[in-house]
C-alpha cells in the first residue's frame, strides 16, 4: 500500500539552530500539505502545495519558515533559527487533488524539540 | 470562535458501550467531513468521509452528517480498549483549494 514517507522521525536541535524536515508523497498526488500539531491540539496547516506552486501559506511563519516542492513531488519543510516554541510534531499529507471528495493521508510525522 | 469545534473530552466510555462523538463547523461553503483517529504519538489515519446528509455505517462506526445544522458526529458501536485514542473531525473547504480544517480531537478512554 502506498504511503506518504518523512524523514527524519525525531529531531532534536538547539534554539537558534537550524533544521530540515522531508517529505515524499505518495505516487501521483498533487497536493501536499504541511501541518504542526502541538500536544492536545488538532493539526494547524503551514503551507500547501498544488503541484510545485504554494497555494496557502497564510499561517506560515515566514521570518523563520521556509518551504519548497521544486519539481512538484517531494517537499522539504525548514526551519531557520528555531525557537522553543516550535517543539512540536510536524506532519506531512498528501491528496489526488483539491477536489472536495479526495481525502488526505498522513506520513508517520516528525517529532521536534527544540532545546 | 474556532471554525471546527469538538466536545473537550474526555470521553470515558465502558468497554461495549456506545461512544458518541460531536463536531460543528461555522463554513458554510464546506462540502465534504472526515474522522480521523490519532493515537498518542502517532500520525492520523482516515476513519470515514461523509458528503451527503444523513449516516453513513463502516463497521462498527457510523458517521451522521447534518448540513443545514453544520453538524456532524460519529458513533463508535461494540467500543473496545483498542478504540481508545484521539478523534480528529476535519472539514474541507472547497472554495479555497481544498484546505482540511481540524478541530481540537476528543480523547475516548474506553475502560474494561
Known amino acids: 500500500e502506498a504511503e506518504v514517507a518523512q524523514s527524519p522521525r525525531y529531531k532534536i536541535t538547539e534554539k537558534s539552530q537550524a533544521v530540515a524536515f522531508w517529505c515524499d508523497p505518495i505516487?501521483?498526488?498533487?497536493?501536499l500539505y504541511w501541518y504542526r500539531q502541538i500536544l492536545g491540539q488538532g493539526p494547524e496547516l503551514l503551507v500547501q502545495?498544488?503541484?510545485?506552486?504554494?497555494?496557502?501559506d497564510s499561517q506560515l511563519p515566514k521570518d523563520r519558515f521556509s518551504a519548497e516542492r521544486l519539481k512538484g513531488v517531494d517537499s522539504t519543510l525548514k526551519i531557520q533559527p528555531a525557537e522553543l516554541g516550535d517543539s512540536a510534531m510536524y506532519l506531512c499529507?498528501?491528496?489526488?487533488?483539491?477536489?472536495?471528495?479526495?481525502?488526505?493521508?498522513f506520513g508517520p510525522g516528525t517529532r521536534l524539540l527544540v532545546l | 470562535q474556532k471554525e471546527v469545534e469538538q466536545n473537550s473530552g474526555p470521553l470515558s466510555v465502558p468497554e461495549g458501550a456506545i461512544a458518541s462523538l460531536n463536531c460543528t463547523y461555522s463554513?458554510?461553503?464546506?462540502?465534504?467531513f472526515f474522522w480521523y483517529r490519532q493515537y498518542s504519538g502517532k500520525s492520523p489515519e482516515l476513519i470515514m468521509s461523509?458528503?451527503?446528509?444523513g449516516d453513513k455505517e463502516d463497521g462498527r462506526f457510523t458517521a451522521q452528517l447534518n448540513k443545514a445544522s453544520q453538524y456532524v458526529s460519529l458513533l463508535i458501536r461494540d467500543s473496545q480498549p483498542s478504540d481508545s485514542a484521539t478523534y480528529l473531525c476535519?472539514?474541507?473547504?472547497?472554495?479555497?483549494?481544498?484546505?482540511?480544517?481540524f478541530g481540537a480531537g476528543t480523547q475516548v478512554v474506553v475502560t474494561p
Open positions: 499529507a498528501s491528496s489526488f487533488g483539491p477536489d472536495s471528495k479526495e481525502t488526505q493521508y
Open positions: 505516487s501521483g498526488h498533487a497536493t
Open positions: 502545495f498544488q503541484d510545485e506552486s504554494v497555494v496557502d
Open positions: 463554513d458554510r461553503v464546506s462540502q465534504s
Open positions: 461523509i458528503y451527503s446528509n
Open positions: 476535519a472539514v474541507k473547504v472547497t472554495d479555497s483549494w481544498g484546505k482540511f480544517q
